[in-house]
């Protein structure tokens, strides 16, 4: 497998697979760049090889074909105050525009093609429009992590055309090797943070979390169904009940492995879902009628940040309580100083998965952890245990 780190660009046009979804407003101002400031070591790694670099995206979800809302165009002014210099632009990502502008790209220049999305192919992971794609560049490089558990032409069917020089971006690379940290080489103990709204969504994840950590601290809404299960009373607190049975398998199953599962011992219950409704704190098995579990408890966040500072891997996903809500985000917020605490201790913790990235940033203590995934659904399926096709059509 290539390196991009030791791989020399000089006199090569390197097509790259960068997440430039970014958010814009109804004038087409960019409200956040994290993502396009993410792929630029990447970028910069090529110019100064003595590279071109031609860069291409999707932009939200058009429908049927070009839309003005989603065109890559209006990311070309920002990207050159970013890079300090020109950027180009094809109006297609395919066909004469795209091959004309890349043929014209000088060593040293940037070149951002129209957004793939405009054509369905690169959804359906159409080969004779990946190859479309390949005929611009001499070398492919993959640094979206956030499509890379889509098989679409752009992530995944491209890297067919460039057998020996296909690679991951810095951006991409680092993503694996911080999962795969967790995944496959953690340092002991290893506990995972669980939580976020419902059970479903995240039994896949917990299923096969079980063969790997140490400990599983549950929160969130989630949690109410396990109590559910094991016979308490929750009140009007979210519950599955269709997934009662898969939580009292899941408690067996870490049984049987010797994984800690901790559950919320103590709850913060309201009595409606928002801001201002009244708040008690009650035994999590014991809510009372028309009340509603929506944060953990303080013996719980005592319990959690114990375990959290006694682990050396800490993976978390999903918020303690609706954080979003300042009555409700107290959980959340512990959590979350408990594992910056272990990560000042020398813990590798990674955080990912929508809902935990955004409660980090909100506490702003996203330079206080080891390492803050932009994967969401990605991620996701990487830690459920499959394997990701844009991963695998690099590695092979
Ligand atoms: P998820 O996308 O599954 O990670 O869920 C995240 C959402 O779960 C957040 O918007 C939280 O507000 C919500 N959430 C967390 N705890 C609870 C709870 N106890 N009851 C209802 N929603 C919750």
Not at 183 to 212: F, W, Y
Not at 373 to 387: C, H, I, N, P, V
């Amino acid at each position: 497998m290539k390196n991009l780190q030791t791989y020399s660009f000089k006199g090569k046009k390197a097509l790259v697979r960068v997440d430039f979804n970014v958010p814009l407003d109804s004038d087409y101002n960019i409200t956040d760049d994290t993502r396009i400031r993410a792929a630029l070591p990447t970028i910069n790694k090529i110019l100064s090889d003595g590279g071109a670099v031609i860069l291409m995206s999707h932009l939200g979800r058009p429908k049927d074909g070009p839309e003005e809302k989603f065109s890559l165009k209006h990311l070309v002014n920002h990207l050159s105050e970013l890079l300090e210099m020109p950027v180009a632009f094809a109006s297609n990502c395919v066909g004469e525009p795209a091959e004309q502008a890349a043929s014209t790209l000088q060593m040293g220049g940037v070149l951002l093609l129209e957004n793939l999305r405009f054509h369905k192919e690169e959804e359906a992971g159409d080969k004779a429009f990946a190859g479309e794609l390949a005929k611009l560049g001499d070398v492919y490089v993959n640094d979206a992590f956030g499509t890379a558990h889509r098989a679409h032409a752009s992530t995944t069917i491209v890297a067919e055309f460039f057998p020996n020089d296909k690679m991951f971006g810095l951006l991409l690379a680092g993503e694996i090797e911080s999962v795969d940290k967790v995944m496959t080489s953690a340092e002991r103990p290893l506990t995972a943070i669980m939580g976020g709204a419902k059970v479903s969504s995240k039994i896949s994840i917990i299923t096969n979390l079980l063969d790997k950590v140490d400990h599983i601290i549950i929160g969130g809404g989630m949690s109410y169904t396990f109590a559910k299960a094991q016979g308490g009373s929750v009140g009007s607190s979210l519950v599955e009940d269709d997934y009662l049975d898969t939580a009292n398998r899941i408690l067996e199953e870490a049984k049987e492995k010797g994984v800690q599962i901790h559950l919320p011992e103590d709850t913060v219950a309201g009595d409606a879902f928002n801001d201002d409704a009244n708040k008690q704190t009650c035994d999590t098995m014991q809510i009372p009628d028309g009340w509603m579990g929506l944060d953990i408890g303080p013996k719980t966040e005592a319990a959690y940040a114990d375990v959290i500072r006694s682990s050396k891997t800490i993976l978390w996903n999903g918020p303690m309580g609706v954080f979003e809500m300042e009555s409700f985000q107290h959980g959340t917020q512990s959590v979350a100083l408990s594992i910056a605490g272990a990560t000042k201790n020398g813990a590798f913790s990674l955080i990912g998965g929508g809902d935990s990235v955004a409660a980090i940033n909100k506490f702003q203590l996203d330079d206080r952890v080891s390492y803050v995934s932009t994967g969401g659904g990605a991620l996701l399926e990487y830690m459920e245990g499959k394997e990701l096709p844009g991963i695998k059509a690099i590695r092979g």
